[in-house]
């Protein structure tokens, strides 16, 4: 890929968008320090290599890579003391990095999840993001608190013995964190250095259209990382009315109230743009896609420089 063929071939160009003026020229030419690393949720580019991936990060101005570290992902968990290592060096030929990952773990038990610790930790890797948990229908939800709030616990304990930060995502839907209040009450007595939140404010918006910011105060202390993406309610044909993700700024994500929220937390820790519109496949992980590459490298071109351009605005170093 050349610049200009990029431009072209993307048509970043048609849509008024271009290195100039969006400092993205000087990242992709010089490799930076940055204090709130923007990384690329990597889900969606599951049909390339970790090399291919390090040069279109690169390329595109992406600081690091929030990659898969699960089952069917781009680094199986039972292959992390080996996968995960190659991965990291690959990736840093291009000058991208991997402070956060997105993992199964909700066992602190697990000798899997201890192993799969350990090896983020010996890796220098910062960030995790856990599995989900859910509600048992035969329970109460009081009941499904105490039983979730311990495993919270145990999880925060073994990231203070190993030294590194586990994170919950919020998710619309039925599971922990869909109202997001009731994560408050299973993270409340766990200290925030070592387990958190990682805020979804798309999930939170499509959960509490007008009341998200609540959920947001509440949960504030523990908010670390944070997952960047956009949707609007579309009714189907079926007549069910259903979220669907499209570009940063053309959904219901109130973005400027968001980012002054954000702003308040004062939290230096990755920020991952997840992009989950259509993809020709990429979207949900394929690897056998039905959409040009580069059509797809330049919806995230674009995704990236929009979310630049806000943050900017907010006075918010990355």
């Known amino acids: 890929m050349n610049r200009r063929n990029f431009i072209q071939t993307t048509g970043l160009s048609a849509a008024g968008l271009s290195l100039a003026g969006t400092g993205l020229a000087n990242s992709i030419l010089a490799p930076r320090v940055a204090k709130r690393p923007i990384c690329a949720f990597t889900k969606c580019l599951q049909f390339l290599s970790f090399d291919e991936i390090g040069e279109v990060l690169s390329f595109l101005g992406f600081d690091g890579a929030d990659i898969t570290l699960r089952p069917g992902g781009q680094v199986e968990p039972s292959e992390v003391k080996t996968a995960l290592p190659l991965a990291v060096k690959t990736l840093q030929k291009n000058n991208i990095t991997i402070p956060m990952v997105v993992t199964s773990i909700t066992d602190a038990a697990d000798p899997l999840t201890q192993l799969t610790l350990q090896a983020l930790v010996d890796l220098g890797i910062k960030y995790y993001r856990t ?83 609540l959920g947001m105060k509440r949960v504030a202390p523990w908010i670390t990382t944070i997952d960047i993406k956009d949707s609007v309610f579309e009714k189907t044909a079926s007549g069910e009315w259903k979220a669907k993700n499209v570009f940063l700024g053309e959904g219901m994500v109130n973005f400027d109230e968001f980012l002054k929220e954000y702003a308040k937390l004062n939290v230096e820790a990755p920020i991952s743009i997840h992009y989950e519109y259509d993809l020709g496949g990429a979207e949900l992980g394929k690897k056998e896609i039905t959409m040009d590459r580069m059509k797809i490298y330049g919806m995230m071109k674009k995704d990236l420089i929009w979310l630049k351009s806000r943050l900017d605005q907010h006075h918010i170093e990355i």
């Open 131 to 213: 599995g989900w948990l859910k509600y048992d229908e035969s329970k109460t939800i009081q009941q499904n608190l105490d039983e979730h709030k311990k495993t919270f616990e145990k999880l925060a304990a073994l990231n203070e013995k190993l030294g590194i930060h586990g994170d919950y995502q919020n998710h619309s839907g039925n599971s922990l964190g869909s109202p997001v209040w009731d994560i408050y009450e299973v993270i409340k007595n766990v200290n925030p250095k070592y387990m958190g939140v990682q805020y979804d404010i798309r999930h939170a918006v499509a959960e509490g259209a007008f009341s998200w910011r």
